[in-house]
Each structure stands twice: as structure tokens, then as C-alpha cells.
């Protein structure tokens, strides 16, 4: 269908496999926009019952139904609120001149004959399986992945992994897709409709070889084979390397006093690193402390042990010495704990971070690089969300980076698809 001469009907059975793809969660993130409207008319968390009873309402009302690849803290749409990935994502746009005109069925093979070419790329190259839908203007690649829990202090060096690894797999196998890859990103909710041309509502489906419509347990049994599948693929975007300009390990320097030129130094950092400026000058958002949490909210910590950890690790990143980055976080950091701890919380504090910075020195590097090189790089992109509007550009995100525990359970299992 891909005019308004009939009404939409959405699939429901096309729905639960969806559900099933992204993985078991209590509320699933879902914004619903119209064409031509600047923001969305929906953007939160709802049960997946709770979308299932309006998703009909919202077609028919001409609105575009997003959800997220991965599942993601309440009230926390960036990067950093990301909780577990559960979703490779490869999006594949058909290749047409007039994007105010519905695709062709020309344009639209062509599309799905890439996208089942990269899916066959990485299926043998990992012994995975990734399951296609047509997006309506394209086709979509999910690869449903054994859920991964993301502490908050790995997230951003997990979703550059992501990143570099589909853009590598992609140039490898020769296919054009597109270049965001952000694991917060949206895609539509297969089974409803492509609305983003007005009134002209475009079907979205599951492609046959693993969907069975009059079978939907044959079909979620499938899913979840491929998941226990992709554990090799996983483990291989756990493992991806994130280029970086070389680095020599951290050295614990001699320490220092603070003088007039290290706070040279500092006042010269905080204007080049604008998370350094606000996280030194508390202009974050703390969920312990509701009076911090001002929209917009760029940068979000759950306590304020959490938003020094992150200082702390930058400190440590930039050179200061143990001395240094006791001063400052006594004297000119307004986050405020610091002050009102003993020796023993600040010393488990440094080492901790020392510790993180020198096994991720190489990550942390990289997205300063890509930070100072590119401030305001944009990148195509066609379902992404930013506080709670739709755009079809994005800013590259900027680094977070805190502490804890980043061990993984593979799952080892494997099944032949049915």
C-alpha cells in the first residue's frame, strides 16, 4: 500500500516480533510524530500493551510510530541512558532523487537486495543471522543480540564500538547504508506504517524468509534462535578496537602543588572542553538532587559520587597530578561531596579513576579527538531523537565516562533456524 486510497491496517503479529527482536523490557521508549509537524506529538515510555492498544489510533491519525533499539532509562533519551544492548541496527535508504515522492518498487528491491547482501556478509563472517524488513522507503536490518547490560560508565565507549563497527562491516561487504549507528537511534515499529510523506502512507513488513504471519510461535521461536546465535557477533562489537592517535600508558606523574599555572591550564581546558566547564561548574543534572534537573538536561548522573568519578577521570586524563586533582576538586569543583568526605573517599575515588584511565586511555582519546576535530559534524540521519524532537541531523555526541564493572556473559548456546 503506498497511497491513502485504503486505510492503513497495521499488523499486529509484525508488532510482537518486533517486541520480541528488541528484547523483554518493562517500558519501551516510543516517540509518534506527523509529517510536517515540528515535534512529536508523543515522545516517553510505555509498556508494550500500552502501544499495542494505541498504535492503530496513532496510524490513523497519519503519525509515524519510532521505537528504540535498545532499551533505555526513563526520562533519559541520549547515549548515556542507554541500559543494555540487545539490537544491531543497519538501516539501508533506497536510492531515489525526490525523497517527497514514495520509492518505487524498483528503488525498493534494490534496497532490500543490499540489505540482504550485508546480512549475508555478516551472517558468515559471524555465524549470525539478522532478520530484514521493508521500512517502506527501505529496508531494515536487525540483528536481535543476547541482551548486554551497560553500566553508565561504559556506555559512551560502547556505542563507539557499535559505530565503528558497522561502519567497518558495511565497507567491508561494499553495501551503502546509512552512517548513524548511535545506539540510542529510533526505527519504525515494523507492522505500522511509514507516514513521514503526507498521505501517503507506506506499509512496513518483515520480509518472509524467518516470519511466518499465520505462525507467530514458529516466528518468536526463530527470534529468539537468532539471538542465542549472535552471541559470536556480539562478542566480536565488545572487541572492536576504536582508532586513536597512539598513546603511552599513563604514568603516575610526580606530584605537584597547584600553582598559578596549573589553574593557566585548567581555565585553557574548560574552554576547548565544554563537559569539563559544566561538570566543574555543577551545570549537570543530578537524579539524587531534583533542584539540578533543568531541561535541557546534556549531561545526566544518578548522585553526586557519580558526576565526581566523571571529573575526577578527566583530571586525571588531562595531566594533573594526585595533589592537583585533590585541590581542585576541594577548591574549585561545585559538585560539592568532595568537601564534605575524608581522605579515604578521595583516595577511592583516584584510584579508581587512575585505574579506569589507564585501561581505557586509547577510548578517552578518541572521542576528545573526534570532539576537537568535529564540534558540530553531522551526519545523515533518518530516525534520531534529541530532547524529545525529531531530527534528520544530528550532532555527534560528546564523551562520558565513569567507573565500574564491564565483565560479560556470552550466551553459548547454538541453533539451526527453522
Known amino acids: 500500500m503506498d497511497s491513502s486510497t485504503e486505510k492503513p491496517i497495521v499488523d499486529f503479529n509484525a508488532i510482537k516480533v518486533h517486541f520480541e527482536i528488541l528484547g523483554a523490557r518493562e517500558k519501551f521508549h516510543v516517540t509518534v510524530k506527523k509529517a510536517g ?17 494505541k498504535v492503530q489510533g496513532w496510524t490513523d491519525q ?7 533499539i535498545n532499551d533505555m532509562e526513563e526520562g533519559n533519551d541520549l547515549i548515556e541512558g542507554v541500559t543494555r544492548l540487545c539490537d544491531l541496527f543497519f538501516d539501508v535508504d533506497v536510492k531515489r532523487a525526490d525523497k517527497s515522492k514514495p520509492a518505487t518498487d524498483e528503488e525498493r ?5 543490499r540489505a540482504s547482501k550485508l ?27 543476547p541482551c548486554y547490560q551497560l553500566p553508565r560508565e561504559v556506555r559512551s565507549i560502547i556505542n563507539e564500538k557499535v559505530k565503528s563497527f558497522s561502519k567497518r562491516v558495511a565497507k567491508e561487504a561494499g553495501i551503502e547504508v546509512d552512517n548513524t549507528f548511535d545506539i540510542r537511534r529510533v526505527s519504525t515499529l515494523i507492522g505500522t506504517f511509514n507516514q513521514k510523506i503526507k498521505d501517503k502512507p507506506l506499509k512496513t513488513r518483515w520480509i518472509r524468509d524467518f516470519y511466518y504471519p499465520n505462525n507467530l510461535d514458529e516466528t ?10 549472535n552471541h559470536r557477533l556480539l562478542d566480536a562489537i565488545l572487541k572492536e578496537p576504536i582508532e586513536a592517535t597512539p598513546q603511552k600508558p599513563v604514568e603516575i606523574q610526580t606530584d605537584a602543588d597547584f600553582t598559578p599555572e596549573t589553574l593557566e591550564k585548567l581555565n585553557r581546558l574548560r574552554q576547548k572542553d565544554k563537559k569539563l ?8 543534572c543530578i537524579e539524587d538532587e531534583p533542584t539540578t534537573l533543568k531541561e535541557p538536561c546534556e549531561y545526566k548522573y544518578k548522585s553526586r559520587s557519580e558526576t565526581e568519578f566523571a571529573l575526577v577521570i578527566k583530571l586525571i586524563f588531562y595531566d594533573f597530578t594526585k595533589t592537583q586533582v585533590f585541590f581542585i576538586m576541594s577548591n574549585i569543583s561545585q559538585i560539592g561531596k568532595w568537601r564534605e568526605k575524608d581522605e579515604s573517599y578521595w583516595n577511592l575515588t583516584y584510584n579508581k579513576a587512575l585505574q579506569f584511565v589507564e585501561e581505557y586511555k586509547a577510548e578517552l582519546q578518541a572521542e576528545i579527538e573526534a570532539q576537537n576535530k568535529t564540534l558540530h559534524e553531522i551526519t545523515n540521519a533518518d530516525f534520531m531523537l534529541e530532547n524529545g524532537t525529531l531530527y534528520d541531523k544530528l550532532e555527534t555526541p560528546t564523551i562520558k565516562v565513569l567507573i565500574g564493572n564491564k565483565k560479560s556473559s556470552l550466551f553459548t548456546k547454538e541453533k539451526k533456524l527453522k
Do not use: C, M
Not at 509537524?37 to 492498544?53: Q, S, V, Y
Not at 497519519?62 to 528504540?68: A, D, H, P
Not at 566547564?277 to 549537570?284: F, V, W, Y
Open 37 to 53: 509537524e515540528e515535534h512529536p506529538t508523543f515522545n516517553g515510555w510505555l509498556t508494550k500493551d500500552e502501544i499495542i492498544a
Open 62 to 68: 497519519g503519525f509515524t510510530i519510532w521505537i528504540s
Open 109 to 113: 528491491l534494490e534496497a532490500l537486495q
Open 119 to 145: 546480512e549475508d556478509y555478516i551472517g558468515k563472517k559471524y555465524n549470525a543471522r539478522g532478520l530484514i524488513a521493508s521500512s517502506g522507503n527501505g529496508a531494515h536490518i536487525h540483528f536481535p543480540l
Open 220 to 229: 518468536i521461536e526463530n527470534v529468539r534462535t537468532a539471538r542465542e546465535v
Open 277 to 284: 566547564d559544566k561538570l566543574l561548574n555543577k551545570e549537570i
